[in-house]
């Protein structure tokens, strides 16, 4: 019988995340901190608004780029976080989460060829994606030297008569970096002295610890080659609600959202209907939220200081990226001893790419007594290894 696969599809690798999971939920008491997934539940006003549209029969198709209302409030909620402003008619498409909307920029925009420059340590389906829309995914590595920012040197050095879109992954999974209004001035310079487009993924802008977050395309000259992504899993702990969105060029939107059209028809309608409420009404959810986030942080960062290990300070997302080279194994060796031997489940850094080896992905999206429990198991482990090194 002849292949009945595809090529560049049986080529890809599957996530380096699922390994794990899969051992962990076959292993009794073992503590996950491995899955980048608020725990908590979505805030009761914004399930009212879901279970309301149930209740009223909204259970029909909405318009293929979602309902005008939604779009309209993303509209309003950029331009008063950002003062950016979209056009929720023609430069807004809500999809089925994110990753959607990061498929459909790659196969809206790239040809056979096309380079994507994808900086890592970052998530897992930039790559895939690009090589799935026949587009060649150039990596560049990111240093933790640099806290895991890009740097323009970095771009400059990475760009080719081929570049097509550089994915600018901040806040960032898994490392927890961000990129500061200063250092996205100096990446605009270059991808607008270059001609090239942007696709960023801001779907952790409202965690940040620091300073308040920026988008790109709020730089001059940035939005008409920005194609700006976010949604409403992380936020909102809304992740099973599948629903994201993108804004863009109307350019290049009419192109997303005739794919949309055709692979997808529209994004589940309860959640649109719940997604108003939350960005209508949802600030304070957030903020509290964000709050019990910045104090697990705090937490952990401490824990790693009185365990002598190293980690870069974060300012992003729910993720510390601590580095575990002084143990001489490798990441993945890492993750499975501590799972074999403690129950604690993390995620090696090389799922988010080769760049990632020397690191692990720990999230804190979890309670702050699980996480105790966890930090506990995780310094018994690391004082065997350093005691296992001194004989």
């Known amino acids: 019988m002849r292949n009945p696969l595809a090529d560049k599809v049986v080529e890809v690798k599957p996530s380096g995340i699922r390994k794990f999971f899969d ?6 008491d073992a503590i996950s901190l491995g899955v980048g997934e608020p725990d908590f539940d979505t805030p009761w006003h914004i399930r009212d608004e879901g279970i309301y549209s149930l209740e009223k ?31 929720p008619d023609h430069e807004i498409l809500v999809t089925v989460g994110g990753s959607e909307a990061i498929d459909l920029v790659f196969r809206a925009m790239v040809n056979p060829g096309d380079e994507v420059l994808i900086p890592q340590p970052s998530f897992v389906s930039y790559e895939p994606c690009a090589i799935l829309a ?28 081929k570049t097509k879109i550089l994915v600018l992954p901040f806040p960032n999974n898994p490392t927890g970096a961000i990129m500061e209004r200063k250092d996205l001035e100096e990446i605009a310079e270059v991808i607008r ?30 939005q008409e080659r920005t194609i700006l992504i976010n949604g409403f899993s992380k936020a909102y702990a809304m992740t099973g609600w599948r629903l994201g969105y993108a804004c863009a060029p109307r350019v290049i939107m009419e192109q997303m959202v005739k794919i949309h059209q055709f692979a997808i028809m529209c994004a589940p309608t309860t959640s649109q209907y719940a997604a108003v409420e939350a960005i209508k009404n949802g600030d304070d959810d957030v903020a509290s939220m964000r709050e019990s986030y910045n104090q697990r942080r705090r937490f952990l960062m401490n824990a790693f200081r009185e365990m002598g290990l190293k980690c870069f300070e974060p300012y992003g997302a729910f993720y510390v990226f601590p580095c575990i080279r002084e143990f001489g194994m490798s990441s993945e060796e890492f993750a499975e001893r501590l799972l074999n031997e403690e129950k604690v489940a993390v995620v090696p850094g090389t799922a988010f790419g080769d760049c990632g080896e020397g690191f692990l992905r720990i999230s804190y999206a979890y309670s702050l007594e699980n996480l105790k429990i966890a930090l506990d198991k995780i310094n018994c482990f690391i004082t065997r290894l350093r005691n296992e090194k001194r004989v």
Do not use: C, W
């Open 23 to 28: 051992i962990v939920s076959e292993m009794e």
């Open 57 to 87: 029969g909204r259970t029909f198709y909405t318009s293929n780029a979602g309902l005008k209302e939604l779009r309209g409030e993303i509209a309003n909620y950029i331009k008063r976080t950002q003062n950016i402003t979209y056009d």
């Open 134 to 161: 026949d587009a060649v995914p150039v990596i560049i590595k990111l240093k933790e030297e640099d806290e895991f920012r890009l740097t323009a040197q970095e771009l400059r050095e990475a760009i080719t008569d």
């Open 193 to 222: 002295e270059k001609d090239i487009f942007v696709l960023t993924d801001e779907i952790y802008a409202e965690l940040t610890y620091k300073d308040k977050h920026v988008s790109i395309a709020s730089l001059p000259g940035m």
